[in-house]
Structure formats: C-alpha cells, structure tokens
DNA sequence: ACGATGATGAAC
DNA sequence: TTCATCATCGTA
C-alpha cells in the first residue's frame, strides 16, 4: 500500500530528499475527485543561500519567503511569464532549500506537469498532504542508488561554478 | 532558432 | 517607474 510522504521526509537535506523522491508517486487529486498519479523519474535540488542558481540566494523576499519556512510545503512560481514550476521545500526552517519537479514517467518537462495537474500560484505555501490536493507517496518499489543518474541542472547558465553542480537526478531507464 | 508573456528584483 | 532577466515550451 502507498504511504503518505510526510513532513519528517522533506526535514533532511536537500540532496538527499531529492534522490529519496526519485521513484516515489506524485499525486493530485482535483476539487471533481478525479485523481492523477505518476512516478517521479527527474528532480533538481537548490540548496541553500550560497547555491547561486538558486532564488534564495538573493536573500529572503516576498517569493522566496516559503523557502525559508518548514520543510514538506510546495513553493510554486512562473517563469517566462507562462510556466508554472513545482518545488518542495526542505530542510530546516531558516535554511533555504527546495526540490524542483522536472518530470514523471508520464510527463516530461517541469511546465508540463504544472500545466496536466492543474498547479498555479494557488499551492504556493500549501502543505503537501491530502488537505491540499497535492502529496508524495512512497515507492511502489526499492529503488537500486545506482538507478539515480546525478548530473547538472538544466537552465541556470548565469549561476557560474554551482552551474556544473550534480544537482539533477534522474532515474535510468 | 526564436518568440510568447508577466512576475520579480534591482536600479534609478 | 522602468528595465533586464528568467529553474520553459511550442512552433519552425
């Protein structure tokens, strides 16, 4: 049976959420009861107020505001003015951090995603559990370390050395 | 290769 | 108040 990710999941490092997450169950169930779930297969950690391709390393400010606040809350924005992007936030309050949802075995690409599950501005600061309509499950099945490919994050050229950082995680087919 | 399209943060 | 930038995607 799925278990619920619960908060105690995302209260760990960053790097270590966001590998945990590959292989776990996306899930969103919609206001209709319709209800969606698929295999999280890409994800990129941002860690911290040193990591330069991060937001919150511009310090605290009216979007970054939920990255510095408790772990297992979705931090949600838009980007070129027409995507939304999905991270959850991890760590401990006061430390900066968040796993960003790239992809699904059914649906590849982070705006893409946003886009199928219905996910705008509205889960920004939601907790991730079933009161919001949007949580992890745990893995159907174990997950080998060696399935996990780490390589750098895709779109953060202006970030300079943490450019190269092997922050994206990716399951191997 | 390139344009769409609007919030954000920093400069002025 | 203006301006450059942007954790992307679809069309060409």
Partial sequence: MPVLLTKAFFERPVLEVAQGLIGAALVRRLADGTTFRSMLTEVEAYDGPDDLASHAAKGRTPRTEVMFGPAGVF???LIYGMHWMLNVVTGEPGYPAAVLIRGTQDISGPGRITSRL???KSLNGKPANRSSGLWFEDRAAPIDSKQIEATPR????Y???????????VLRE
């Fill in 159 to 169: 970030a300079g050395d943490w450019a190269q950082a092997p922050y994206r995680f």
């Fill in 118 to 120: 219905a996910i705008d």
């Fill in 75 to 77: 931090y949600v924005y």
């Fill in 154 to 157: 895709i779109g953060i050229d």
